[in-house]
C-alpha cells in the first residue's frame, strides 16, 4: 500500500506565500504522474496543477504565473509553490501519484488545510 505525506499547509495572509510538500511511500518503483488538487467547502474537488516524471506540467488557469508544481523523482516527492495567494485559494489540498492506468493505479494524501485570510 502506498502511503503520500502532505506537509505544509497553514494560514496565510492575501499576497503571501506557502510551499507544500508530498512525500510518497511504498511499493511503486516509477509515477506516472504527480497532481495536486483542491477542495472548498461546498466546491468539487479541482485538479490545481500536475506534473509527469519527465517534467511536463499543466496548471489549472487561475493559478497560473502564481503557483509552480515540481518534483524530486528520487525522493518520489512532489511541491507546490504557491505565491500571490488569494482567499479564493482557501482550500483543503491534496496530493496524488498516478502509477499508470486507470484510478485504480492513484495514491492520495490525507489532504492539507491552506487558509488565506487577513
Known amino acids: 500500500q502506498v502511503q503520500l505525506v502532505e506537509s505544509g499547509g497553514g494560514l496565510v495572509q492575501p499576497g503571501g506565500s506557502l510551499r507544500l510538500s508530498c512525500a510518497a511511500s511504498?511499493?511503486?518503483?516509477?509515477?506516472?504522474?504527480m497532481a495536486w488538487y483542491r477542495q472548498a467547502p461546498g466546491k468539487q474537488r479541482e485538479l490545481v496543477a500536475i506534473?509527469?516524471?519527465?517534467?511536463?506540467?499543466n496548471y489549472k488557469d487561475s493559478v497560473k504565473g502564481r503557483f509552480t508544481i515540481s518534483r524530486d523523482n528520487a525522493k518520489n516527492a512532489v511541491y507546490l509553490q504557491m505565491n500571490t495567494l488569494k482567499s479564493e485559494d482557501t482550500a483543503v489540498y491534496y496530493c496524488?501519484?498516478?502509477?499508470?492506468?486507470?484510478?485504480?493505479?492513484?495514491?492520495w494524501g490525507q489532504g492539507t488545510q491552506v487558509t488565506v485570510s487577513s
Open positions: 506534473i509527469t516524471r519527465g517534467g511536463v506540467t
Open positions: 511504498g511499493s511503486i518503483f516509477s509515477f506516472n504522474y
Open positions: 496524488k501519484v498516478n502509477a499508470g492506468g486507470d484510478s485504480r493505479n492513484d495514491y
